[in-house]
RNA sequence: GCCCCCAUAGUUCAACGGAUAGAACACCAGCCUUCUAAGCUGGAUAUAGAGGUUCGAUUCCUCUUGGGGGUGCCA
């Protein structure tokens, strides 16, 4: 069988074959994936070679034709000089016939790579507060976080995951100074609500509150320290709205179809975090100043001076990061990549220097912070102290609600049982898939009335799309079968069919891309142009009513369409249905 | 004030420095007795402004304008 890749490799050494002057030992001839149906199957673009020959580099388009023809390559069709562009013309039975028997012999591998076995990596996202339900923000975390631990496995990376609940601080103790003056005894039970959503209330109960008396803020502050000290009152209603809390967030996460493999409370590593900042203060890494207050002094680098510890000695949100970082070293991992958006970029530029200056980093792994834009909402930034958010829970709802419509309207017949499983998965992916078709660096606007839909440049419609597939497969095995026969490639050949094939082609070089890239919307992007490249193809052939030979090649390479789209949909987090 | 990011069609988004800047939504005109119309076909509309680097710039550099984020002893 001839791969995709070993015709790439062949090109490229008749090309060198075709100069005689030296070329520069770290030359790389740069072979690319043609884009379009006149451009072949690859393109060799003469620029950079022009500039290291100093020749024209239509001039040497027109020397590699001439070269190259005289060469009579068995896998090539034809060879064009365009200005100066080379294009390659593979002939077609190869071409369908490497791709479709690649695809069908790797099956849910196709895409996947296993270069990079030695590689372990931790990932570490999502990190709610225990004082609030998670909203949009989290969600585009988790959905980054998720999608991105995905592509690495496909790359064969050793990936592990971490999870950090965010359980301490002054923003917990809001929500329980708030629902030890007003909570009346009411539990999530008692008040038939979610319990993220029941302690998230009293905080912004609170945050109401504290605008007309700001002596709120001060015992806030008091619960802390009394917290840190271990007052065993304090520590009893923390274990209880955590409990509902963490219930609650477990939940969503459910829904959401994510797990981690490791989960860290800040409740028991700022301890830690202290220790060190304190050891680092003996040996002078760092200062304490007359209020008490730790600080380290990091101007020479620009990033302005950092609370370590406050005059009280309570920690802050960076004590238990230094804590943190201790932990993740002892995993024996090559690198580290925290899922934070891009609202913490400084933060983090801080974080990894007092790392460095602690002496964290020598034995640590290599530490990433992969910054992704914030969600957006039409009147601006959310902001969870004013409850002004789309919480995940409530969208996810919506979601199904919608989707049950849609799927009732076109199956009424189901039951209500198959209608609400259809339904979940599918507001799953126009979910998971709206969030991931943007480039991660990119900001996110949302708004509730138009960015929720199942049409268009959807995840719905990418599952709609392999459903069509399902429907001919399935209606075709029905049919009297057909004895074994050899399948012959050269049939397909038509402008679409082409495409297609090339586009399939492609898949295995987008997950890399999209993984050392850290970009799940290469492949949300990928896909939707192979979906509209199918559904032109579907339009355009009756594959079942066509002529015994094609229909046989054309229904391998359906299959082979099918593949792609569920391996791709997978690692997108997005489940795909045969029906629809 | 200082630092970072962004600016593409009416809207939401694409485009390793490369060939004619692609989609989707919305709008207009078509396509279901034919494999699922959550679909397909056709139509109009865009690189904020001014310089520069380059054979070639939406992409790199500088300035201007307009947005966002940061500069917390919030997390």
């Avoid at 009579?72 to 034809?78: G, H, R």
């Avoid at 355009?540 to 789209?565: E, G, H, M, T």
Wanted: with cysteine.
């Amino acid at each position: 069988m001839v791969k995709i890749k070993e015709i790439q490799k062949k090109i490229v050494e008749s090309l060198k074959e075709a100069i005689t002057e030296d070329l520069p030992t770290d030359f790389i001839f740069n072979l690319e994936r043609s884009e379009q149906l006149e451009q072949g199957e690859f393109t060799f673009p003469c620029f950079q070679l022009s500039q290291v020959l100093k020749k024209d580099p239509k001039e040497l388009a027109r020397h590699f034709k001439k070269e190259l023809d005289r060469k009579n390559i068995d896998f090539l069709e034809k060879i064009e000089n365009v200005g100066p562009y080379l294009n390659f013309f593979i002939k077609k039975t190869n071409f369908f016939k490497a791709i479709c028997q690649q695809i069908l012999e790797e099956k849910d591998k196709f895409g996947y790579s296993s270069d990079n076995q030695k590689q372990k990596i931790g990932i570490e996202y999502s990190a709610p507060n225990t004082n609030k339900p998670q909203h949009l923000g989290h969600l585009r975390n988790n959905l980054l976080g998720d999608s991105l631990t995905s592509l690495f496995r496909a790359q064969g990376l050793k990936v592990s995951t971490f999870n950090l609940i965010n359980d301490r601080g002054i923003h917990i103790c809001k929500s329980m100074l708030a629902y030890q003056k007003w909570g009346e005894g009411k539990t999530p039970k008692s008040e038939k609500i979610k319990g993220d959503h029941f302690v998230g209330n009293y905080y912004v109960l609170f945050e109401q509150k504290s605008q007309e008396d700001p002596s709120l803020l001060t015992e806030a502050q008091e619960m802390l320290q009394q917290w840190e000290e271990g007052d065993p009152h304090v520590l009893d209603l923390w274990q209880k709205m955590n409990k509902w809390a963490l219930e609650g967030i477990e939940e969503t996460y459910q829904k959401l179809g994510i797990s981690f493999d490791h989960v860290n409370f800040e409740s028991d590593v700022y301890n830690s975090g202290k220790d060190i900042v304190n050891k680092a203060l003996k040996k002078d890494l760092c200062c304490q100043r007359e209020d008490g207050a730790i600080e380290i002094d990091l101007e020479e680098y620009n990033l302005g001076k950092k609370v370590l510890l406050r005059p009280d000695q309570t920690s802050v949100y960076i004590t238990q990061d230094i804590g943190l970082a201790k932990i993740y070293n002892d995993f024996n991992l090559d690198r580290f990549i925290y899922v934070v958006a891009s609202e913490q970029n400084h933060y983090f530029r801080v974080l990894f220097k007092v790392l460095d200056i602690f002496g964290l980093n020598q034995e640590g792994p290599q530490r990433e912070h992969f910054s992704y834009g914030l969600v957006f909402l039409p009147e601006g930034k959310m902001k969870s102290r004013e409850g002004e958010v789309v919480d995940i829970d409530e969208l996810v709802k919506k979601m199904e609600q919608m989707a049950k419509v849609e799927v009732f309207k076109r199956s009424p017949n189901l039951s209500p049982l198959e209608v609400s499983t259809r339904a979940q998965i599918i507001a799953q992916a126009a979910l998971r898939f709206f969030f991931l078709k943007f480039r991660p660096d990119q900001k996110v606007n949302f708004s509730p009335e138009d960015s929720l839909s199942f049409e268009g440049d959807t995840g719905p419609y990418l599952q709609y799309t392999y459903a069509r597939i399902q429907s001919i497969l399935t209606k075709n095995s029905k049919e009297k079968k057909e004895k074994e026969q050899e399948i012959n490639f050269s049939l397909l050949g038509t402008d679409t069919e082409i495409n297609l094939a090339q586009f399939l082609s492609f898949f295995p070089e987008i997950i890399k891309r999209a993984s050392q890239e850290r970009n799940p919307s290469l492949l949300a992007h990928y896909l939707l142009k192979l979906g509209h490249q199918f559904n032109e193809f579907y339009h355009q052939s009756n594959i079942l009513k066509s002529q015994p030979d094609l229909k046989a090649a054309r229904l391998q390479f359906l299959l082979c369409v099918a593949q792609v789209l569920e391996n791709g949909l997978k690692l997108l987090g997005i489940k795909v249905l045969s029906k629809m």
